[in-house]
Each structure stands twice: as C-alpha cells, then as structure tokens.
C-alpha cells in the first residue's frame, strides 16, 4: 500500500504564497505521475497540476504561470509552489500518485488526505 503525506496548506492574503509538499511512502515498485487536484466548496475535484515519470508537466489553465510543481524522484516526494495566490484558490488540495506498488500488480491511483488551501484577506 501507498501513503501520502502532505503539508504547508493553510490561510494567506491574496498575492502571497505557499509551498505545499507531499511525500509517498509505503510499497513503491514504479510512480508513474505525481500531482495535485483541488476542490473547492460546491465544486468537483478538478486537476491543479502533475508531473509525468519523464519530467513533463500538465497545469490547469487557471494556474499556468503562478504555480510550479516540481518532484524529488529520490524521495518520492512532489512540491507544488504557489504564488500570486487568489481568492479563488481557496480549496482543499489533495496530493494524487499514480503507482505500481510491486512489480507484480497493476497501476493504481492514491490520494492523500487533502490540506486546506484558504486565500484572504
């Protein structure tokens, strides 16, 4: 089974940033994508941004620009910098990794457990 930890979430005014981390651990064969989705209240869980086994990226259009993410392969653990943060930010962010947790088994989608994201003034 894949764990995933996260951290750094919490309240900001608009304009500022934060740094959120996720860190997978557990029985880990292969990660084939990290990223992170976001769900606001009344709204469904949509894709932020993720980042592919071969380094490429994917970012929903809202956040091109403002928002990195990145990944330490060597640690299993993927970081999404957020600047220039809106009120429309403002969501649970969930960290997502798609894995093969042993050779032996197929690819299978784990989810942490989500970290508030509120942007306020």
């Known amino acids: 089974q894949v764990q995933l930890v996260e951290s750094g979430g919490g309240l900001v005014q608009p304009g500022g940033s934060l740094r959120l981390s996720c860190a997978a651990s557990?029985?880990?064969?292969?990660?084939?994508?990290m990223g992170w989705y976001r769900q606001a209240p009344g709204k469904q869980r949509e894709l932020v941004a993720e980042?592919?086994?071969?380094?490429?990226?994917n970012y929903a259009d809202s956040v091109k620009g403002p928002f990195t993410i990145s990944r330490d392969g060597a640690k299993n653990m993927v970081y999404l910098q957020m600047n220039s943060l809106k009120p429309e930010d403002t969501a649970v962010y969930y960290c997502?990794?798609?894995?093969?947790?042993?050779?032996?088994?197929?690819?299978?989608?784990?989810w942490g457990q989500g970290t508030q994201v509120t942007v306020s003034s």
């Open positions: 980042i592919i086994s071969g380094g490429s990226t």
């Open positions: 557990g029985s880990i064969f292969s990660i084939n994508a």
């Open positions: 997502h990794v798609r894995a093969k947790p042993s050779v032996l088994r197929g690819t299978y989608n784990y």
